[in-house]
């Protein structure tokens, strides 16, 4: 994500965001504490990034009408960015394995939960950028609801 917001190819720059970097705090309440007693003079917008539809992330009614939350999912994984990448996607649906499963066993990638694989892997961010796209072409998106691609320039 660092990589998206450093080349400015998110809809948002580095200095819009708190401490301009990535936060990485999944508890309402932790965040409140940490960031939001701050004192923002306009309301600001909290954009989650999320492997799962289910989370969740409650703040105190004292800062509902100061935050809004937007969230924004990846699932499944980002490891079906890498087999978007790779062109592999027909071979994914036919071997009915998990994206980290197929990305080990037929892509020979054994390394590819790790951090810094994936940080290698997508170095350059076009090649990120581009694999979002086809993800957002092939998948199904509820209604209402956004993807990396909702955040891309």
């Not at 994936?118 to 199904?140: C, G, Q």
Request: charged fraction near 35%.
């Amino acid at each position: 994500m660092l990589l998206l917001i450093y080349f400015w190819i998110m809809i948002f720059k580095r200095e819009e965001m708190i401490e301009e970097e990535v936060l990485r705090c999944r508890e309402g309440k932790k965040f409140e504490q940490k960031y939001l007693r701050k004192g923002f003079k306009d309301k600001i917008s909290v954009i989650r990034i999320l492997d799962s539809r289910h989370e969740n992330f409650k703040l105190s009614k004292a800062y509902a009408d100061k935050v809004d939350v937007i969230n924004v999912v990846t699932a499944p994984e980002i490891e079906m960015l890498i087999i978007f990448n790779e062109d592999k996607y027909k071979e994914f649906k036919k071997s009915a394995k998990k994206p980290s499963s197929f990305c080990k066993e037929d892509l020979k990638m054994a390394e590819v939960k790790s951090y810094d694989f994936v940080k290698n892997y997508f170095r350059d961010p076009m090649v990120l950028v581009t694999a979002i796209r086809k993800y957002h072409e092939m998948s199904r998106v509820p209604r209402g609801e956004y993807t990396l691609l909702d955040l891309l320039r």
